[in-house]
């Protein structure tokens, strides 16, 4: 099974708002990572977030991470239609040779 | 920084035939490697990896195999492929914590 969940599976917002996606996951971690993609494309990553952190930041993005939960956020603000893509989070656990194990996804459609 | 080279970007191929899709990437040394398959609306799935030349280490039982002849270069290939050999394949390096994927093949199989 996936070691990583998100939660919603599909998401629709207007230009603006903010958007919230999460992810829980099943065992402890080195990392937490969040990528997008755009359909049809490969991925791109966003931010990594460690397991000895709580909080980043990088642009409009902030990423929580609640390893008590094994649960982390990704939060979007003040969202764009170019924010329209699948997030994926991925998770690096000890032991595995830094391979990560992806999530199934969110899709995010931003409406203008 | 590093640039991931996948080609083809599309191919179709019918069942039983042979495959090869190259990766090769620019800007770094040494990296570790990896091909991901990606099936329509899922998350990716790990099928091979490799941390040198000639070091291949296989994730799931499959059709498929893998090979690096050189430092920069990734290989994914069968003798006859599946219906279920359809999807989406990604390749990725490795640079410090992150993953970096290339532009990815899509194979569809008939």
């Known amino acids: 099974s996936q070691q990583g969940e998100e939660d919603p599976q599909a998401l629709s917002i207007q230009e603006g708002e903010n958007a919230t996606m999460n992810c829980s996951y099943k065992?402890?971690?080195?990392?937490l990572q969040w990528y997008r993609q755009n359909s049809g494309r490969g991925l791109v990553h966003l931010i990594l977030?460690?397991?000895?952190?709580r909080e980043k930041h990088s642009g409009r993005l902030r990423v929580t991470l609640d390893t008590s939960k094994k649960s982390s956020s990704l939060l979007i603000t003040a969202s764009r239609a170019a924010d329209t893509a699948s997030y994926f989070c991925?998770?690096?656990?000890?032991?595995?040779?830094?391979?990560?194990?992806f999530g199934t996804g969110t899709r995010l459609q931003v409406t203008l | 920084s590093q640039t991931i080279h996948q080609w083809p970007a599309t191919l179709v191929q019918p069942v039983g035939s042979p495959l090869s899709l190259e990766c090769t990437v620019e800007?770094?040394?040494?990296?570790?490697l990896y091909w991901y398959r990606q099936a329509a609306g899922r998350g990716l799935q790990l099928l091979f990896y490799?941390?040198?030349?000639?070091?291949i280490s296989s994730e799931v039982p499959q059709n498929l195999s893998a090979s690096r002849p050189q430092d920069r270069q990734f290989i994914l290939s069968s003798k006859k492929l599946l219906l279920s050999d359809s999807g989406f394949y990604l390749c990725?390096?490795?640079?410090?914590?992150?993953?970096?994927f290339g532009p990815g093949t899509r194979l569809l199989v008939l």
């Open positions: 991925a998770t690096e656990v000890p032991g595995t040779a830094s391979k990560l194990t």
């Open positions: 800007g770094t040394s040494n990296p570790n």
């Open positions: 065992t402890s971690i080195n990392n």
């Open positions: 977030i460690r397991s000895n952190e």
């Open positions: 490799s941390v040198g030349i000639g070091q």
């Open positions: 990725a390096l490795r640079q410090f914590e992150t993953q970096y």
